[in-house]
T-cell receptor, first 112, second 117 residues
Framework: AQSVAQPEDQVNVAEGNPLTVKCTYSVSGNPYLFWYVQYPNRGLQFLLKYITGDNLVKGSYGFEAEFNKSQTSFHLKKPSALVSDSALYFCAVRDDTDKLIFGTGTRLQVFP | KAGVTQTPRYLIKTRGQQVTLSCSPISGHRSVSWYQQTPGQGLQFLFEYFSETQRNKGNFPGRFSGRQFSNSRSEMNVSTLELGDSALYLC????????????????FGNGTRLTVT
């Protein structure tokens, strides 16, 4: 069965430093991978997706993600973190019934 | 363009009661999906509606049901509420059916927070 794993419940980073939020996936066939962000008391917002093509995907708010087929990973990255990036981040994968399966989420805390 | 609108934002119900949540998708979007979000289980898929038909369903008991109207607005109903139904219920819309519509990612509303006492 298709699934995604986010191994870290929380990631702490200082403002201005690079950040990485990890995601690994398990799918049969070609993966459709997504990242979403959730701010307090809000719904999820789409950040970026990988369907095919370049392994480095650029998205909203300066975020990017690197698709690595051999490691079955799709880590979210940003070169320089902002305090306003503090939020809950979800990785998601399309499953074989064509719905999105979400990871458990990683809380990103950026300290000034 | 207005976003996905969910009403009400907050709801408090008692065990055994039933509840109806409403979702108005972005204009022109025909697919509406519902998710349950809890701290312990994360985001769990409930169902997807497209053109007034349920197209996909998650692993929830029959107490959870939904429907979609001709204007694409959707309602979700939970009967015989249990304490464990306390959660944030999120609705998401998309122009096309299914997650394969990769050019049209899901657009989420701000959710309805249901508390069952």
């Amino acid at each position: 069965a298709q699934s995604v794993a986010q191994p870290e419940d929380q990631v702490n980073v200082a403002e201005g430093n690079p950040l990485t939020v990890k995601c690994t996936y398990s799918v049969s066939g070609n993966p459709y991978l997504f990242w979403y962000v959730q701010y307090p008391n809000r719904g999820l917002q789409f950040l970026l997706k990988y369907i095919t093509g370049d392994n480095l995907v650029k998205g909203s708010y300066g975020f990017e993600a690197e698709f690595n087929k051999s490691q079955t990973s799709f880590h979210l990255k940003k070169p320089s973190a902002l305090v306003s990036d503090s939020a809950l981040y979800f990785c998601a994968v399309r499953d074989d019934t064509d719905k999105l399966i979400f990871g458990t989420g990683t809380r990103l805390q950026v300290f000034p | 363009k207005a976003g996905v609108t969910q009403t009400p934002r907050y709801l408090i119900k008692t065990r055994g009661q039933q509840v109806t949540l409403s979702c108005s998708p972005i204009s022109g979007h025909r697919s509406v999906s519902w998710y349950q979000q809890t701290p312990g289980q994360g985001l769990q898929f409930l169902f997807e509606y497209f053109s007034e038909t349920q197209r996909n369903k998650g692993n929830f008991p029959g107490r959870f049901s939904g429907r979609q109207f001709s204007n694409s607005r959707s309602e979700m109903n939970v009967s015989t509420l249990e304490l464990g139904d306390s959660a944030l219920y999120l609705c998401a819309s998309s122009p096309r059916q299914g997650a394969s519509s990769y050019n049209s990612p899901l657009h989420f509303g701000n959710g309805t927070r249901l508390t069952v006492t």
